[in-house]
């Protein structure tokens, strides 16, 4: 017998997911107990959540001091927007089920510094998210929120300045 899949607010009770402060929802699932030293100081050697977006959230334009892992995890696929603002390159992955071939991958990964912003492409998008070093709300920050950020939001970015 085949179950229908799940809808977000479904899933949203199911995971205990909670609003997370760049839109969407969210619940850590796993901290490292082992530690590493970086230059923001110590922290876990790697945290991963559930983070689920529904058609009408966002993810804000946003930048993380580690690298960050964006796995699908079920619904419909995400349209995730990396920034490298020193070399003002913008990439856009797609992040889904890559059966049948939908031109998706899986799993994207934003490199540390880089600025990042997402949305889904259906009625709702779970994603797992691992950062290495693990994440920290000291090491996050919105774009919104650096003083130079205007000054990006032109020409391949202008369009996406609404995810701010």
């Known amino acids: 017998m ?3 899949p ?3 607010s479904e ?20 901290r490292s107990p082992t530690r590493v030293q970086t230059i923001r100081g110590s922290r876990s050697a790697l945290t991963t959540i559930y983070f689920l977006l529904e058609q009408a959230q966002i993810s804000r334009w946003h930048v993380v001091q580690a690298d960050e892992l964006w796995h699908f995890q079920g ?12 070399a003002r390159r913008l990439a856009r992955h797609v992040v889904g089920p890559v059966e049948p071939p939908t031109g998706a991958s899986a799993v994207a990964v934003i490199p540390s510094g880089y600025w990042q912003a997402a949305r889904s492409l259906g009625t709702y998008s779970l994603m797992g998210r691992t950062v290495g070093p693990g994440f920290e709300f000291a090491d996050f ?3 919104s929120d650096l ?11 202008a369009p996406l300045g ?3």
């Not at 003083?147 to 970015?157: A, K, R, V």
Request: glycine share 10%; no cysteine.
């Open 6 to 8: 799940a809808t977000a």
């Open 2 to 4: 085949n179950a229908s």
């Open 141 to 143: 920050q919105f774009v």
């Open 75 to 86: 619904g419909d696929p995400l349209e995730l927007f990396e920034y490298d603002p020193a």
């Open 147 to 157: 003083p130079s950020h205007g000054g990006h939001f032109t020409e391949d970015l």
């Open 162 to 164: 609404g995810l701010l």
């Open 11 to 30: 899933l949203i009770t199911r995971l205990a997911l909670r609003p997370h402060p760049e839109g969407g929802w969210y619940r850590e699932i796993y």
